[in-house]
């Protein structure tokens, strides 16, 4: 398995819509970066729309390791959160939901019909998103002795490493991260730095 150095994503909500023989679906495409949001987003359309029929949704967590979930709420198996889903997989996009509210019009679309409805709403709220290209870090937490830290600083900073969480003590602690990208150039020169000690931090 190749290494992943970016994921993509968008950075806020963004709304798309469709309509057919009088039913209108409105999408929204938002960040999401917990399982545990669905419901509360997912009650909130329910709330806001209280006269649709369907609150669907399809959604992707994780950078590395992608967790996939979708929800046809009522409607026929796969017509549904299914296609969302497939939206956000062609376009290889995680830490997003799109939901779908469906306000029925009277007359039943058929499952290619309720497919294409679904997928077309999320589309056109995918197309109406900023999709952004992200890195992935490489997170180590660092010890070192209090009278190194200065040096180790300057070190870091030339190599072009972000600190956070600096404390200061008679032995300094501190996270440090970076672009995976960059990992084959500045792990080396992060080992041959005998001042410290250093542990990786698996991603989020």
Aim: hydrophobic fraction near 35%.
């Amino acid at each position: 398995m190749s290494k992943i150095y970016t994921y993509k994503t968008i950075p806020k909500v963004a709304l798309g819509s469709y309509s057919e023989l009088g039913s209108k679906f409105l999408a929204f495409a938002q960040p999401l970066s917990d399982f545990n949001e669905i419901k509360i987003l997912k009650d909130s359309l329910k709330k806001e729309h209280h006269k649709a029929v369907h609150v669907v949704y399809g959604c992707r967590i994780g950078k590395e390791e992608i967790i996939e979930k979708s929800s046809d709420d009522g409607e026929p198996a796969g017509t549904a959160g299914r296609p969302v889903l497939n939206e956000l997989k062609s376009r290889e996009l995680t830490q997003i939901i799109i939901s779908v509210v469906r306000y029925y019009g009277g007359k039943k679309l058929g499952v290619p019909g309720l497919i294409n409805a679904y997928k077309t709403a999320a589309a056109d709220a995918l197309n109406n998103s900023q999709i952004l290209t992200l890195a992935l870090k490489e997170r180590y937490f660092i010890t070192c002795n209090e009278h190194d830290i200065h040096l180790i600083i300057n070190e870091l900073n030339k190599l072009g490493v972000r600190i956070y969480d600096l404390e200061y003590g008679k032995i300094c602690n501190f996270r440090i991260d970076f672009e995976r990208a960059k990992n084959e150039k500045i792990l080396p020169k992060l080992k041959s730095l005998w001042q410290i000690q250093m542990e990786h931090i698996p991603s989020e």
